[in-house]
């Protein structure tokens, strides 16, 4: 019987030793009707409210590329290359706690945890609002980035914790969907509230971090009464629901469980090649990503628009990167697939980063349309890298600190994309598109080395060549995640 990676563990201790592949098919099957009235809950409970929150977040981290072209650098005196270090020292906080952050969130309430770093980074973006000088804006920025590491990688561990892995790319997708949604809503608040300039004595540009930091303020308060915590202890459900969710992910696992974050589980975590070939992968596409937010609108303006209309026209290209995320998402539960949906992307969005370097031969309108590839290519496939690994690892701590790992070395891509779009370069960007479309394929080859890899474990698993771990100590035996060998991948 293959098996499923999945999600399980409690807050307050171990739990009981996970169903081996026989003894699955012994237990009483699952109320059907009971089950989906379970998980109707979960997804009323869990998803809507951190979309939200993943929508301020995103807000408030990328509302700095709409500040840019309302007179931020202006008033702040910043020259050269002063925007770029702006956006790179965001990025050296948010690699270094995304880890220690998912340790944390395992001793603490998810809503507890959330909501209180989505208090500071909401009190910090509104202190960019104040900032009276570029020195004060790159320690926000700094601040801002400690808040927010824990975020991201967080609500990937627990939304996982409620689905099984192939239920869980359609629902990690409509959450990762108003991530997508924020670069049109950032351009369309900028919009508005670019038309407070002169209120109280600020600049428009002040107005647009004040406005959404606030925001985030009264959201990190309701957040701590209504954000869903472990499914273990959900206040939302039944004893008799939590027991089936927790069921469901423990038959899903099926032996590939880690409850113990000792010296070997740590080796296991930290030496396993699929977390940081995952992570690599990540960097190509969140290199893209952060091009996008931090540099469209500036790319915009640059076709001849005036500021209000660049902020306008950057909001079609992320609503329609959103229809498609959510698209491939149902095609890619369906079929049970995720690798040539991200080729795919890439291959669209590579599509969209030649044009643009080729921009000087092109009118506007095809410059336009390029935005639109790049923006729906490079969309289609992040959240697909995210939930993949996260289909292939086993065990609580495995994946919780998978997924910082993944999410933290791969934001690397950020600092890469904060100094490639160089304001001498001003409007081709040759090094910053020709440097995107590198990383786009070093995402195909890091997938590509995931894909065989996968297959050839599972191979040597078939075989029994991994059955050796069966006489390990039974502790051992209980902490090994998806070394276990019952454990399949999924491509």
Known sequence: MDVHAEKFATNDGPIPRPLDADSVRAVEPIDPLLEKRALRKCDLRVLPFLSILYLFAFL???????ARIQGLEKDLNMSGHDYNIALQVFFIPYLIFEVPSNIALRKVAPSTWISGIMLGWGIITVCQGATQS????????????LFEAGFYPGCVYLISMYYKRHELQRRFNWFFTMGVLSGSVSGLLAYALAKMDGIGGYNGWRWIFIIEGLAT?????????????WPETAKFLTPEERAIIVRRAREDTAGATMNRLDSKSRRRIFLDWKIWCGALAYTGSAENGYSGFFFTPTILKQLGWTSVKAQLYSIPPYAMAAVAVVIVAYASDRLRHRYTFIILGICINTIGYS??????????????????????????????LLVWLQNNLGGHYKRGIGAA??????????IVASNIYITEQAPTFH??????????????????????GLMMENKKRKQGLRDYRYTLPPAEQDNLGDDHPSFRFVY
Do not use: E, K
């Open 405 to 414: 790992m993944q999410i933290g070395l791969g934001n690397l891509g950020g």
């Open 355 to 384: 044009i643009l370097l080729a921009q000087t031969h092109v009118a506007v309108a095809v410059r336009y349309v390029a935005i639109y590839l790049w923006t729906v290519g490079g969309f289609i496939y992040q959240p697909l």
């Open 134 to 145: 570029f020195a004060g804006l790159v320690v926000c920025r700094l601040l801002l980035g």
């Open 60 to 66: 408030d981290r990328v509302n700095i590329g709409n």
């Open 431 to 452: 090094a910053g598109f020709g440097t995107s479309i590198a990383f786009q394929w070093l995402t195909a080859v890091a997938s590509t080395v995931f894909l065989v």
């Open 217 to 229: 303020i009264v959201l990190a308060v309701i957040g701590y009464f209504v954000l869903a915590d």
